[in-house]
C-alpha cells in the first residue's frame, strides 16, 4: 500500500451543525483531502459500513469523526461519515492512519477512482471501543448525526469551494 500524502487544502466555508438542537458555526473552514481510493482489509463492509479509503499522514486533517462531502469523480457530491485515525479498536495506536469516508446511500465500486473529500463538522473524537457492537452503535449514531448536517448544510458553499480551487 502506498502512503504518499493525498493532497489537501483548507478552503474557506461554512459548515452546519451536526444535530438540529446545535447552533450552526459561521465562517468554519472545510479541510480538503484527495487522492484515489484504495482497498482496505474490508473491515467497514464487514461492519456493514463499507468505506472508500484514503491513507493519511500525520498532521494531514485532525483526527476524529466527521460529517463530509465526497466529490466522486464524476462530480457528483455525496454526504458521508468520515473517520480520520488508526483504528485503534483493532489495531490499537500502532495501526496506519487512513481516512474512511462511509458514503450515505451509496454503494457503487469506486475503487482506484480520484476523490475529493471536504471535511466539513467535527462529530466526535477517535476513541477506541470495548466491543464491535458499541462501534456499530456509535457509528449508526454518527451516520444520523451525518445526516442531519447535511439537511441544514447548504450544499452550494460546497460548489462554491470547488469553484475556489479551481476545479
Same mark, same amino acid.
Given at each position: ?38 482497498? !482496505? ?33 464524476? !462530480? ?8 480520520? !485515525? ?5 489495531? !490499537? ?75
Amino acid at each position: 500500500m502506498s502512503l504518499s500524502a493525498p493532497e489537501t487544502a483548507v478552503v474557506p466555508g461554512v459548515a452546519g451543525p451536526a444535530r438540529p438542537t446545535d447552533r450552526p458555526r459561521v465562517f468554519e473552514t472545510w479541510t480538503l483531502v484527495e487522492g484515489p481510493v484504495e482497498h !482496505g482489509d474490508k473491515r467497514g463492509r464487514e461492519l456493514g459500513f463499507p468505506t472508500a479509503n484514503l491513507p493519511i499522514e500525520d498532521g494531514v486533517a485532525r483526527d476524529g469523526v466527521w460529517a463530509a462531502t465526497v466529490e466522486l469523480a464524476d !462530480g457528483r457530491l455525496v454526504p458521508a461519515t468520515v473517520s480520520i !485515525g488508526r483504528r485503534t479498536t483493532f489495531y !490499537g495506536r500502532d495501526g496506519v492512519r487512513l481516512l474512511e469516508a462511509f458514503l450515505l446511500d451509496f454503494s457503487e465500486d469506486i475503487y482506484g477512482q480520484h476523490i475529493r473529500v471536504w471535511i466539513g463538522h467535527r462529530l466526535r473524537l477517535q476513541k477506541r471501543f470495548s466491543s464491535v457492537e458499541a462501534l456499530i452503535e456509535q457509528m449508526r449514531s454518527d451516520v444520523d448525526d451525518t445526516r442531519e448536517w447535511a439537511k441544514v448544510t447548504p450544499w452550494f458553499l460546497t460548489q462554491a469551494s470547488r469553484d475556489w480551487t479551481g476545479r
